[in-house]
C-alpha cells in the first residue's frame, strides 16, 4: 500500500455490515492510513457496525438520524470537538419502503416519495452544509449513485428519482463548494449483493443479467469500489468533482446485451 491517505481524516456513513458497500470504501480508507470515523443509526445497527470500527481502530461511532436536525448537528460538533477538521465524508445512505420496490412506479406514494427523497438525496446537502466549515483546507464528499437514476431499471421506482436529484446535488454542490477546494463526487456501482440491494424486487436476476453481459463480464467489487474512493478523495483526486464515476463492469455504456444473450 502506498498510503495514499495518510493523515487524513473522515466520515464514513451508511456501514450495514461487512458486506456493505460503505464498508468496502472503509477498508480501502484504512489500508491507505485514514484515520475514521463512522455513523449508525439506532442501536441495533450500532453493535454491528462497533466490532467493524474496531477493526480498524476506530472508536469514533456517532449515532446519527439523517432526517433530525439536532442528530446531525450533535454529529459534526463531536467531529470538530475529537478531530478540529475533517478531509473527507462518504455518504452510503439511502431508504425507500422495500414494498414499493416492486410493481409500478405509478403507485408510489407521495408519503415514501418525500421519505425516499429527503434520506436519499437532501441528506447529502445537509452533511454537505455541516462538512464544509470542517475542511478549511479543502477536502472531498463522496456518494453512492446506481444507474437507475438515468434509465429505467425495473423495480427501482421511486429510488432512480431520488439517485437523478442526487446527482444533480452533486453536481450544484461541486459546484458551490469548488472555491473552497471541496471536491463533491459520487461513485455508480452496478447492481452489488448488498443488504441495500437485496430490498430491490428482482435483485438476483438482476445481478445475472448484468455479469453476463457488462463489456468486463463481471459486476463491481467492493475493493475496486473502495479503491475508487480512495482515488477521488487522494490527493490524486484534486482535479476530480462533479462527476458521476461508474464502477459497474462497464454496464452503462452498453445499449443492448451482447449478442448471445439478446
Known amino acids: 500500500m502506498a498510503d495514499l491517505m495518510k493523515g487524513k481524516r473522515g466520515l464514513v456513513m451508511g456501514v450495514a455490515n461487512d458486506r456493505s458497500i460503505a464498508w468496502g470504501i472503509a477498508s480501502a480508507m484504512h ?15 450500532g453493535k454491528r457496525v462497533q466490532p467493524l470500527a474496531a477493526s480498524v481502530g476506530s472508536d469514533l461511532l456517532l449515532d446519527v438520524d439523517v432526517t433530525n ?16 477538521s475533517l478531509d473527507f ?17 405509478i403507485n408510489t406514494t407521495k408519503g415514501n416519495f418525500l421519505n425516499s427523497l429527503n434520506i436519499s438525496c437532501f441528506s447529502f446537502i445537509d452533511i454537505a452544509r455541516r462538512a464544509e466549515p470542517l475542511m478549511p483546507n479543502g477536502g472531498s464528499l463522496v456518494t453512492l449513485t446506481f444507474q437507475g437514476s438515468n434509465r ?18 452533486t453536481r450544484y454542490l461541486a459546484n458551490d463548494l469548488g472555491p473552497q477546494k471541496i471536491r ?23 445481478f445475472r443479467h448484468t455479469e453476463e453481459n457488462a463489456p468486463l463480464r463481471a459486476n463491481a467489487t467492493l475493493e475496486a469500489i473502495g479503491g475508487t474512493a480512495v482515488w477521488l478523495c487522494s490527493d490524486y483526486g484534486a482535479c476530480t468533482t462533479g462527476e458521476i464515476v461508474h464502477v459497474d463492469g462497464g454496464y452503462h455504456a452498453l445499449g443492448f446485451p451482447q449478442a448471445e444473450n439478446l
Open 69 to 84: 436536525e439536532a442528530s446531525l448537528d450533535a454529529c459534526f460538533a463531536e467531529l470538530g470537538r475529537r478531530w478540529g
Open 89 to 105: 465524508v462518504i455518504h452510503a445512505i439511502a431508504y425507500s419502503d422495500k414494498t414499493e420496490l416492486t410493481g409500478r412506479f
Open 152 to 169: 429505467v431499471s425495473p423495480n427501482y421506482n421511486v429510488m432512480g428519482v431520488a439517485k437523478a436529484a442526487l446527482e444533480s446535488a
Open 184 to 206: 463533491v463526487n459520487a461513485i455508480s456501482p452496478g447492481p452489488m449483493k448488498t443488504l441495500a440491494g437485496s430490498a430491490i424486487g428482482g435483485a438476483r436476476a438482476t
Open 31 to 45: 489500508a491507505e492510513g485514514a484515520e475514521l470515523a463512522f455513523s449508525y443509526q439506532g442501536e441495533a445497527f
